[in-house]
């Protein structure tokens, strides 16, 4: 079939390759020229794994290309809307600019039949809207959300777990939601639960996916802060619940919190439309989720100013991570970055260092200094401080090696990612988060 993606970020791009490797003819469009030269250049302009492979073989196919030219979507049976909708600059709801401007975009080259098929995550209500404003067309909208996690997003696009369309009553959505099942063949060859719904609810199912995810995480860090006034150990207690198949283990990381692109801005503007619907109450909790998350960040330079003696003023902390979490270079909104940017505010000579992110980091946040080899950002700190749990320091680092990079001794491990008996037994002061 023939494709149309608009934005080629982290998850239009993926979307566009992962589509022409399943045997579409795919083109994807941006507003973005260096973003497209890369893209039709056959270099993937941020980190995914599993992207570059599928991005080469479909532009050598020739069945996927790249364009700023919205006439290429011309002929394309199903048009995917992938462009991001942050938080807005004036307060915690969802800057729909982009979703209208690709919308905007569209209409001229829309012909009666097409299919346009949104998946940037949107308030509730955006897709009603936008149905209405491309009808003239006489294309038919769906909303199509996305759940792809980015580290794992070109598995997640070819064998999501589930593929929820939302139709419009009396649209010709039945028509449209069969053909994006031959759009998905490989996954639906496979009985991935395919749910067909109204469009208010598919909007909703990537909404409450992501506030539980978030609520899951903040629950586990609200436990431990209580397990640091106890002495209790969160890591502990998060195996201990999550043998109960009710609860499970998956998404009880506790540490220094989440963040990325998603699930912070999304819980804000899941309440910002919360309230504009009068319902602001039913979702209330997600103010006390994000405020949890957010204490995190502070928790981490805390206990660090504490094992330091009281300050982190002119000490020099190697801060080993950038990027929201591992298998990615994305820094929005990240928890390892804000770290950084606040003990520099204290005053403490930070050296920041991550496999993938330093280029991001350095552009978002230049006062910091960075550097690529770990050992650099460790020699002669007085502390390290891990918190992006990338393989690399998880299972890598060693005391053995630090110990011969610097004298100091404490290491906090931000993400309980470490092996606190083995830093213990090799005399350094290991202090995890919500741990003994
Ligand atoms: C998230 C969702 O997991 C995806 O399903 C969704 O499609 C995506 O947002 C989106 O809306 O596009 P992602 O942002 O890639 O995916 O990252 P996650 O794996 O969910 O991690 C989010 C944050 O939570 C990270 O900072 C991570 O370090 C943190 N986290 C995760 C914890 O602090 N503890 C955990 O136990 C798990």
């Not at 792809?148 to 139709?167: F, H, M, N, Q, S």
């Not at 649209?171 to 031959?182: F, V």
Request: net charge negative; charged share 25%.
């Amino acid at each position: 079939m023939r494709l149309s993606v608009i934005g080629c970020g982290y998850l239009g791009a993926v979307h566009a390759a992962a589509m022409a490797s399943i045997g579409h003819d795919v083109v994807g469009i941006d507003v973005d020229t260096d973003k497209v030269a890369s893209l039709a250049a056959g270099r993937a302009p941020f980190y995914e794994p599993g992207l570059q492979p599928i991005l080469e073989a479909g532009l050598e196919s020739g069945r996927l290309s790249f364009s700023t030219d919205p006439a290429q979507v011309k002929g394309a049976t199903v048009h995917f809307i992938g462009v991001g909708t942050p938080q807005r600059k004036d307060g915690h709801a969802a800057d729909l600019t982009y979703v209208n401007a690709a919308v905007d975009a569209l209409i001229p080259y829309l012909a009666p039949g097409d299919i346009v098929a949104g998946k940037s995550t949107v308030p509730v209500g955006t897709a009603a809207d936008l149905a209405k404003r491309i009808a003239p067309t006489g294309a038919t909208l769906v909303w199509n959300p996305e759940f792809l996690r980015e580290g794992y997003a070109v598995k997640d696009t070819i064998e999501p777990d589930r593929i929820v369309i939302g139709i419009e009553a009396g649209s010709d959505g039945e028509r449209a939601a069969d053909l994006l099942r031959e759009v998905y063949h490989t996954a639906v060859a496979t009985d991935t639960p395919y749910i067909v719904t109204d469009l208010a609810t598919a909007e909703l199912v990537k909404v409450a996916a992501n506030a539980f995810l978030a609520t899951k995480i903040s629950f586990i860090n609200a436990m431990a802060e209580i397990a640091e006034v106890v002495g209790a150990d969160v890591t502990d207690l998060a195996d201990a619940i999550g043998h109960d198949e009710r609860i499970g283990r998956k998404f009880l990381g506790a540490g220094v919190g989440f963040g990325g692109g998603c699930l912070p801005k999304d819980i804000r503007a899941f309440s910002a439309r919360a309230e504009e619907l009068g319902r602001g109450d039913s979702v209330a909790f997600l103010r006390e989720v994000d405020a949890i998350n957010l204490r995190r960040r502070d928790r981490v330079v805390d206990v660090l100013a504490e094992a330091l003696g009281g300050a982190v003023y002119q000490k020099r902390i190697a801060v080993l991570g950038a990027a929201f979490k591992p298998l990615s270079d994305d820094i929005r909104d990240s928890p390892a970055l804000d770290v950084a940017v606040r003990l520099h505010g204290f005053g403490a000579r930070v050296r920041v260092t991550d496999p993938q992110a330093i280029d991001n980091a350095r552009r978002a946040q230049p006062q910091l200094e960075y550097v690529a080899d770990r050992a650099d950002a460790i020699r002669d700190a007085d502390a390290v401080v891990v918190v992006t749990e990338w393989d690399e320091y998880r299972r890598e680092m060693t005391p053995a090696e630090l110990a011969e990079l610097t004298d100091g001794r404490i290491i906090i491990d931000g993400r309980n990612c470490l092996d606190a008996a083995a830093w213990r037994a090799a005399g350094w002061t290991y202090i995890g988060m919500g741990r003994p």
